[in-house]
């Protein structure tokens, strides 16, 4: 079953301004992570967060993580035209190698 | 340099076809794995394979097989084609409990 949901769906702001998305999964986890897909191209990683682990910074990304609360969220700061993208949380439960659950990703639109 | 490509980008099919998607991956990483993206944008694991083990998503047809001919290649063929089947597949690899590098995906349409 799904393990991730991201919320919003769909998120629309202005350049400079702040991007937060949220997602929430629902069994235990070892680590949480989040990738961006551009239109018509893969996934790529940005980030990764461990079970054990409250916040996590790299560039202009913030994740943090509540596992009390099962949830995630991706803070992307002083955001560009350039992060139009969808952003997908993915939770590695550690049953199998890679055995990523998807959500279904909140897409991000970035106006000049 | 591409780190994961596959071939086709775009493959165009008529139902009850047979089909093959090619992935290659130049990373040197020991498992790859082949993911289902469908309209909505919902991304699910069809199968992982390292040289020992296949990791087969239940809820996979038996109509789809992964084929590894080495460890820097794993194709997907897919028999007796469907409507259903329509989707963006993309290959993907990864080193042990590292994050997963993904090809660019091939859309698959079934007509």
């Known amino acids: 079953s799904q393990q991730g949901e991201e919320d919003p769906q769909a998120l629309s702001i202005q350049e400079g301004e702040n991007a937060t998305m949220n997602c929430s999964y629902k069994?235990?986890?070892?680590?949480l992570q989040w990738y961006r897909q551009n239109s018509g191209r893969g996934l790529v990683h940005l980030i990764l967060?461990?079970?054990?682990?409250r916040e996590k910074h790299s560039g202009r990304l913030r994740v943090t993580l509540d596992t009390s609360k099962k949830s995630s969220s991706l803070l992307i700061t002083a955001s560009r035209a350039a992060d139009t993208a969808s952003y997908f949380c993915?939770?590695?439960?550690?049953?199998?190698?890679?055995?990523?659950?998807f959500g279904k990703g909140t897409k991000l639109s970035v106006k000049p | 340099d591409t780190a994961v490509s596959q071939t086709p980008k775009y493959l165009v099919t008529q139902m009850g076809n047979d089909k093959s998607i090619k992935c290659e991956q130049n990373?040197?990483?020991?498992?790859m794995y082949w993911y289902k993206q469908d309209s909505k944008k919902f991304l699910k694991i069809m199968f992982s394979?390292?040289?020992?083990?296949?990791?087969i998503n239940e809820t996979v047809p038996n109509r789809f097989s992964p084929k590894s001919p080495d460890k820097a290649h794993l194709n997907l063929h897919i028999n007796s084609l469907e409507l259903g089947d329509s989707a963006v597949y993309f290959c993907?690899?990864?080193?042990?409990?590292?994050?997963?590098?993904f090809g660019n995906g091939t859309r698959l349409t079934v007509t």
């Open positions: 993907a690899s990864s080193q042990m409990g590292s994050p997963l590098h």
């Open positions: 069994t235990s986890i070892n680590n």
């Open positions: 967060i461990r079970s054990n682990e």
């Open positions: 993915a939770t590695d439960a550690g049953e199998s190698q890679g055995n990523l659950i």
């Open positions: 990373l040197g990483h020991d498992t």
């Open positions: 394979y390292n040289n020992k083990e296949l990791i």
